[in-house]
């Protein structure tokens, strides 16, 4: 079983920047492709971004790309969300997830271990 706990969230204003990051214990990240997902008050849990084991691809969502970067340090059981240049859209309970996939899945139900999530806020 792996333990995901995520970290870096926070109130922050529209164009401002946050790195989120999740730590894994139990076992090691190596054996999964990761992901971050994000939910809004009253909507469904959405992609965001995932990497797969090795971290030489991965995916995003399209209203993420060009300002959100996902990396992993396997070393270190580490996962981060570079989040550049925030909008009011972006406010959300933030999860950290891993799937056990040879791909970086981007549907939902690949991923088996969440972690409780982060918020993020963004004001205008």
Not at 36 to 45: C, D, L, M, T, V
Not at 58 to 84: C, E, H, P, W
Request: proline share 5%.
């Amino acid at each position: 079983q792996v333990r995901l706990i995520e970290s870096g969230g926070g109130l922050v204003q529209a164009g401002d920047s946050l790195r989120l990051s999740c730590s894994a214990s139990g076992r090691p990240f190596t054996p999964y492709a990761l992901g971050w997902f994000r939910q809004a008050p009253g909507k469904e849990r959405e992609f965001v971004a995932s990497i797969t084991r090795g971290g030489g691809s991965a995916s995003y969502a399209d209203s993420v790309k060009g300002r959100f970067t996902i990396s992993r340090d396997n070393d270190k059981n580490t996962l981060n969300l570079q989040m550049n240049n925030l909008q009011p859209d972006d406010t959300a309970m933030y999860y950290c997830a891993a799937a056990p996939a040879t791909y970086a899945p981007t549907s939902r139900s690949a991923f088996r271990h969440w972690g409780q999530g982060t918020q993020v806020t963004v004001s205008t």
